[in-house]
């Protein structure tokens, strides 16, 4: 879960209101009911409310800000480590007068204590929030998980490679986002290229 959540929450403090719940969405809906899947929940539909605030729909922010109020509430103010505390009054401000809020400066997320920017993400992290950014970008977030497959084989190999350089190069890097996705993109298809071309001599041999 933490990859997940620490993803969303810089994703989120990146100014990325709307395409942080992709980051928690997935895990969410197989949690069994609970404090985790409430929390999640919850924090979801703050983001929500944060787009929809942001965006002056005001109906569509009320109702959510009044939902996610109570998913999130009677769970531990820093629960997972993320700022409750901050989050659970922003809500109920925006349920009584949804108009009233500062929409301009809604709260940073932080989780024990600290806002995260893309540099804080360890891989696992990275790899969620390069989909999450492939996604809200327009990228094919195919080749993003396939990187992150041919990754995750060179850290298992050796520690680093290419594919792991430039996954982090893709999410730290927004200005040079379009240039990297083109190498990103290059490689994966120089390996999917490779793997077709070893399945298709096990095919002539079994042929």
Do not use: C
């Not at 209101?17 to 009911?33: I, K, P, R, T, V």
């Not at 531990?76 to 480590?81: E, N, Q, T």
């Not at 804080?120 to 977030?141: Q, S």
Request: hydrophobic residues 40%; glycine residues 10%; charged residues 30%.
């Amino acid at each position: 879960m933490d990859a997940h959540l620490r993803a969303g929450i810089a994703v989120y403090d990146a100014g990325r209101f709307h395409a942080a719940h992709d980051a928690w969405e997935d895990y969410w809906l197989e949690l069994d009911a609970g404090r985790d899947e409430r929390f999640l929940h919850g924090l979801i539909q703050f983001t929500a409310v944060v787009h929809h605030g942001r965006t002056e729909n005001w109906s569509g922010a009320q109702g959510l800000a009044e939902s996610a109020g109570e998913y999130l509430a009677g769970l531990p103010a820093d629960y997972r480590g993320v700022n409750l505390d901050d989050v659970r009054p922003f809500l109920a401000r925006a349920a009584e007068d949804i108009e009233a809020v500062d929409w301009d400066h809604p709260p940073a997320l932080r989780h024990h204590g600290e806002t995260l920017d893309y540099e804080a993400l360890d891989f696992e992290a990275t790899a969620v929030a390069a989909g999450v950014l492939a996604e809200a970008e327009g990228y094919d977030d195919g080749v993003v998980a396939d990187a992150v497959d041919y990754a995750r084989d060179e850290l298992d190999d050796r520690g680093e490679g290419r594919f792991v350089g430039l996954l982090f190069s893709f999410v730290r890097e927004g200005e040079h986002r379009p240039v990297v996705y083109h190498r990103l993109r290059d490689h994966v298809e120089r390996e999917r290229q490779k793997d077709d071309d070893v399945r298709g001599l096990f095919d002539e041999r079994s042929g």
